[in-house]
């Protein structure tokens, strides 16, 4: 059974940092593109940052750049997300998603996680 579970999440100031941690079970992480997505309350869902190893694919939101550093342990199978610099427009419930192709980029068919918490505040 696919499982993606995150952790991580919690209340921290601006300026402040979290490192968000996803499991994965079911499958071997490695073969697959990687990427976290967020919604804010009111707004829609959007991707955060997402990895394909096979030719080195790495996108990121704007105004996350230079912020935000997504990465993978294949041993763990375990991917993350490192947040510096926190901003409250960071404020959202994040989710680790993986394409159900192998290889495969983010097209809409894929494996979501629950998401954890963030919340950045003063």
């Known amino acids: 059974q696919v499982q993606l579970v995150e952790s991580g999440g919690g209340l921290v100031q601006p300026g402040g940092s979290l490192r968000l941690s996803c499991v994965a079970s079911?499958?071997?992480?490695?073969?697959?593109?990687i990427g976290w997505f967020r919604q804010a309350p009111g707004k829609k869902r959007e991707g955060v940052s997402c990895?394909?190893?096979?030719?080195?694919?790495?996108d990121y939101l704007d105004s996350v750049k230079g912020r935000f550093a997504i990465s993978r342990d294949n041993a763990k199978n375990t991917m993350y997300l490192q947040m510096n610099s926190l901003k409250p427009e960071d404020t959202a419930v994040y989710y680790c998603?993986?394409?159900?192709?192998?290889?495969?980029?983010?097209?809409?068919?894929?494996?979501w996680g629950r998401g954890t918490q963030v919340t950045v505040s003063s």
């Open positions: 998603v993986v394409p159900k192709t192998p290889g495969s980029w983010y097209v809409g068919d894929d494996y």
């Open positions: 079911g499958f071997t992480l490695d073969n697959y593109a």
């Open positions: 990895f394909r190893s096979s030719d080195d694919s790495l």
